[in-house]
């Protein structure tokens, strides 16, 4: 079955960086395209990144423009999401995603907390 398995998250200080990665199992991983999406708390989930299947093509929130790259191995099948610059109000879940054929799955998600 499709297993979407997060990884990185924690606590870093406003300015820091942090690498998530997921890995990803069950499916054929390099024909989808992969997606990072984040859930503060009170606040819907919200579209962070996404990459297309070969890698060559990426999109970003606005809010996360300029300070996070979102990266994937299509050997090893991991999707990475290296963030840069962090603020207090990137504070939320991080969720691994892929949309196979209609059929949204999720990772459990990774908790990230930016604060001094």
């Known amino acids: 079955q499709v297993q979407l398995v997060e990884s990185g998250g924690g606590l870093v200080q406003p300015g820091g960086s942090l690498s998530l990665s997921c890995a990803a199992s069950?499916?054929?991983?390099?024909?989808?395209?992969m997606s990072w999406y984040r859930q503060a708390p009170g606040k819907e989930r919200e579209l962070v990144a996404l990459i297309n299947t070969n890698g060559g093509w990426a999109n970003y929130a606005d809010s996360m423009k300029g300070r996070c790259t979102i990266s994937r191995d299509n050997a090893l099948n991991p999707v990475f999401l290296q963030m840069n610059s962090l603020k207090p109000e990137d504070t939320a879940v991080y969720y691994c995603s892929t949309d196979l054929l209609g059929n949204r799955y999720w990772g459990q998600g990774t908790q990230v907390t930016v604060s001094s």
């Open positions: 069950g499916f054929t991983f390099s024909s989808y395209a």
